[in-house]
């Protein structure tokens, strides 16, 4: 087979930043908006961790505090789970690992359209900081729960329902066009900016995810902000969109006529796939880890594509499966279960993929190594559980208890968090030049992971026997025995464990960024782009005067033949270190 | 090559390098910002669609109480039809080399689009004032949300068609220019294809 140089390809033009404002604040560069999404998505998931421990602190000793009363629990709540999705997982999966990863692992020099990428972040701490007020106006952030369900979202005897749930609409608002700007240019990008030879199915599987995620965002976001302008327009001008007509507290509202059912259709039409938003860009990182720290192609490259795009699809698909007990046609129901046990097809086949990526491969259990593994484990029970609640006879009984909170935190907010913890372990060489305190990760890891299980495996047994999840408080109900209210306990205490050892985490960033060993440009061997920059950090422009070749895929390790256990992505066919199998070899007088 | 072909590359094989070499880059070989626009229409197509969906969904009800169609629609609806006309004469110009009817058209283009926009608070104020309020009608409230997002999307379209005004002032090439103008052209006529699609839901109604 005949050997073709790489194409040519358009260089962009740079914007080059002429002063520390441009360089470090109102920056187009790829990098600093990807880490200045980073840092406020985490910053704002504090808010949101320290919200779940005060929660915590009522179910584990209700009464005991003061200051929690029914009203600030209901708020925690809410904003705990709007800020967990939305503001940390979506804005640092996309807008942070997005914004870092896409251009580095395609070869691009920035994302195609910079100044767009400058105002997405801009109008995402805007976003941000709405929220953030809603924690300062009267009444509080609204306390509605995190699926702003009318009517009772916007009725008196709801926390925030006067000033909180306008600030809360507001912000999504603004959220979703600062995604949307973001979203144009990561698809753009992978569709335009890819450097000679990075062919699609080139790309490192952390892409391909983070590509199908912004897509599914790009698609599923419009439902939310469709739904979140009706509920702001019921709210603020009267209009009967979701608000039936309606007595409250005595007293006849002027509402007629509106459908509740209407929003929880739009709102899990968005719902849905943000669980995919959140957990494609977890599924292709976790599969670059596994395949980089276990030294062995990542099995079955193509299917784990497939996979991606078919639970991008399917995801659409799936949303009533939410909704079993609304009160809708049960009709529907079947269709949604069927679909829903669809998409464990796909996603069975990527846990198949990554076990048998780890299968005879030169594991090292390096902390980026451990916290993968540590998903697969993580999301294999959260995604059976799953399988369980996609069957509505099954769901129904189990509906609105533990069983459910324990699932969607292991499937979607452990799973995925410790992708993101995992991720940076692994990246934060490339973007400090330093290596993260390995005896500090470890410990940070493994109370991490046996804590969370700690505090959400036993969440499945409270489920079961029954205990109802957004109660206040579960006394003086006759079903619900003594053995659960000290479970909660032991909850509360591993819950409180887990979140302290996040700050030793923040410290390790800190910390590392000073004092870190120095870590060279590819400290674990991997072949991916953003592992060969120039320079480590990557300056602006990422790759010097030329951009980068790429002549093979991203997964070279360990391939017979070669002098070394890793073939970058750059490495010509021709470099003597390939040796015979991948090389060209004899077919080299076909070359001219 | 169909994407059915690329996903079906098995990049790991030797013979890839061959083939996957010749890439050069672009998957399209559209220009940058009209993909880029491209995928934002899709977005807007999305949007729309949603909320011609829960229209739909919610006039099945029995309580539906349409509204009256405004007769000034008609006429709105026309001018933003010579609106997108004139821009398309812009546009064509422009593959022309024609200067001054990519001139005559671009403007005349934004002019009808503001008239557009000024008709349709027309007919917000002609409601209002009949006494069509929001409060316990969705039909009404439906009406007045599709052309308020309609308008402020159009409005997003008259920013981009002022950034492209002031370089046609500023003289500027015509070969640097016919980008901007396609752009605006091709998001014209599909805002007039969303404007045709929910005025006949209002119509249906």
Same mark, same amino acid.
């Given at each position: 087979?005949? /050997? ?508 590392? /960024? ?79 | ?50 909320? +011609? ?59 009808? +689009? ?92």
């Amino acid at each position: 087979m005949a /050997y073709v140089a790489p194409a040519e390809v358009d260089d962009i033009e740079l914007h080059d930043p002429q002063s520390f404002i441009t360089k470090y604040i109102w920056s187009q560069d790829h990098k600093v908006i990807a880490l200045q999404y980073a840092a406020t998505a985490i910053g704002i998931g504090l808010v949101a961790l320290v919200l779940s421990l005060l929660m915590r602190l009522q179910l584990g000793f209700p009464g005991t505090f003061s200051f929690i009363d029914p009203s600030s629990y209901y708020q925690f709540v809410t904003m705990h789970g709007m800020i967990m999705v939305i503001y940390l997982l979506t804005a640092l999966f996309l807008g942070g690992f997005g914004n870092y990863l896409i251009p580095l692992m395609c070869g691009a020099r920035d994302m195609v359209f910079p100044y767009v990428n400058m105002l997405s972040y801009w109008l995402y701490l805007v976003a941000v900081l709405v929220l953030v007020a809603s924690f300062f106006v009267p009444g509080g952030p609204t306390g509605a729960g995190w699926t702003l369900y009318p009517p009772q979202v916007i009725l008196q005897g709801t926390p925030g329902h006067d000033w909180g749930i306008i600030l809360m609409l507001v912000s999504l608002i603004i959220f979703i066009v600062a995604f949307t700007m973001g979203g144009l240019n990561y698809v753009t990008t992978v569709l335009q900016a890819r450097t000679r030879g990075m062919t699609l199915m080139r790309m490192p599987l952390s892409v391909w995810g983070i590509f199908m995620a912004t897509i599914l965002a790009l698609l599923a976001f419009p439902a939310l902000f469709v739904s979140a302008v009706m509920l702001l327009l019921d709210r603020t001008l009267g209009t009967s969109f979701f608000m039936p007509a309606i007595i409250s507290m005595g007293e006849t509202l002027d509402y007629g006529g509106g459908n509740p059912l209407l929003f929880q259709h739009l709102f899990w039409f968005f719902g849905h796939p943000e669980v995919y938003i959140v957990a494609l860009p977890a599924f292709g990182i976790v599969s670059d880890l596994l395949s980089v720290h276990a030294r062995k192609n990542i099995f079955g490259y193509r299917m784990m594509v497939w996979a991606i795009v078919a639970i991008g699809v399917l995801s659409f698909v799936v949303w009533a499966h939410h909704m079993y007990v609304s009160g809708m046609n049960p009709l529907f129901g079947f269709f949604f279960a069927t679909t829903t046990l669809i998409i464990a097809v796909p996603t069975a086949i990527k846990v198949y993929n990554w076990v048998l990526t780890l299968w005879r491969g030169d594991i090292h259990l390096t902390v980026p190594m451990l916290f993968a593994i540590a998903f697969i484990l993580t999301f294999v029970v959260g995604g059976l559980t799953g399988l369980f609640l996609g069957n509505v006879v099954v769901d129904v009984p189990l509906s609105d208890t533990y069983f459910v909170v324990a699932h969607f935190h292991m499937v979607m907010g452990v799973a995925p968090i410790l992708v993101v913890f995992g991720a940076i372990y692994h990246w934060y060489p490339k973007i400090t030049g330093r290596m993260l305190n390995d005896a500090m990760g470890k410990f940070h890891f493994w109370v991490t992971f046996l804590g969370t299980y700690a505090i959400y495996f036993p969440m499945h047994y409270l489920g079961f026997v029954g205990v109802p999840r957004r109660y206040y408080s579960i006394e003086g109900t006759d079903f619900i025995p003594a053995s659960a209210v000290t479970l909660n306990q032991s909850i509360t205490i591993a819950a409180f464990i887990v979140g302290v050892v996040q700050i030793l985490f923040i410290y390790n960033l800190i910390w590392s /960024y000073f004092k870190g060993k120095p870590s060279g440009p590819n400290p674990w061997k991997a072949t991916s782009l953003e592992w060969q920059t120039p320079q480590t950090p990557p300056v602006h422009g990422n790759w010097g005067p030329n951009r980068p070749l790429v002549y093979r895929w991203a997964y070279d390790y360990s391939v017979p033949g070669a002098a070394q256990d890793y073939l970058p992505q750059t490495m010509s066919p021709d470099d003597p270190i390939v040796g015979g199998h991948l090389g060209r070899g004899d077919e080299k007088d076909h070359h001219s | 090559m169909s994407i059915f072909r690329i996903l079906a590359t098995k990049p790991w094989e030797r013979n890839e390098a061959s083939l996957g070499d010749l890439h050069g880059g672009g998957e399209l070989s559209l220009p940058t910002q009209k993909i880029g626009l491209f995928v934002f229409l899709s977005v807007v197509t999305v949007l729309f669609g949603l909320i +011609a969906a829960a229209n739909v969904m919610r006039m099945k009800f029995g309580d539906w109480q349409p509204l009256t169609d405004p007769q000034m629609l008609w006429v709105n609806t026309g001018v933003l039809a010579f609106s997108s006309l004139a821009l398309q004469w812009a546009s064509v110009s422009a593959r022309r080399q024609n200067l001054k009817g990519l001139k005559i058209g671009f403007f005349l283009g934004g002019v009808l +689009a503001v008239a557009f926009l000024a008709g349709q608070i027309l007919v917000w104020r002609n409601l209002i004032d009949s006494g069509h309020v929001v409060l316990g009608n969705s039909a009404n409230g439906f009406f007045y949300m599709i052309t308020a997002i309609h308008g402020l999307h159009l409005l997003g379209g008259l920013w981009a068609w002022g950034k492209s005004a002031v370089r046609i002032g500023r003289g500027v090439e015509i070969r640097e220019l016919r980008l901007g103008v396609e752009l605006c052209t091709l998001y014209w006529h599909f805002l007039l294809l969303v404007w045709l699609g929910m005025f006949a839901l209002l119509l249906r109604t």
